[in-house]
């Protein structure tokens, strides 16, 4: 099993900036593809970015290509998204996920582990 623990959501105002916290606990961490999608009030989840487990391939939506970047500390067990030029549309719940193998996967019916979520909240 695998534990996922988001953290660093909040309010901001449009076009500011937010990092995202993922700390992974119960593997090694090292192995595992891990990603994060969203899911805004009354919409369907959406893939935002995932990583490779060896950190060397990102894959982005359009959407957050450009604005966002996603990396991870192995040392730390953690993985990041850093959040830069948000928009109103950015608003939504952001959950990290990860499943063993290389990955990146932008499907989430292809990531087992799925953290609880943090809240993003971006004000026009």
């Known amino acids: 099993q695998v534990q996922l623990v988001e953290s660093g959501g909040g309010l901001v105002q449009a076009g500011g900036s937010l990092r995202l916290s993922c700390v992974a606990s119960g593997r090694t961490f090292s192995r595992y593809g891990m990603g994060w999608f969203r899911q805004a009030p009354g919409k369907e989840q959406e893939f935002v970015a995932a990583i490779s487990w060896n950190g060397a391939i990102t894959r982005y939506a359009d959407t957050v290509k450009g604005r966002f970047t996603i990396s991870t500390d192995n040392a730390k067990n953690t993985l990041y998204l850093q959040m830069n030029s948000l928009e109103p549309d950015d608003t939504a719940v952001y959950y990290c996920?990860?499943?063993?193998?290389?990955?990146?996967?932008?499907?989430?019916?292809?990531?087992?582990?799925w953290g609880r979520g943090t809240q993003v909240t971006v004000s026009s």
């Open positions: 996920v990860a499943r063993e193998g290389s990955g990146p996967y932008s499907e989430g019916r292809l990531y087992p582990y």
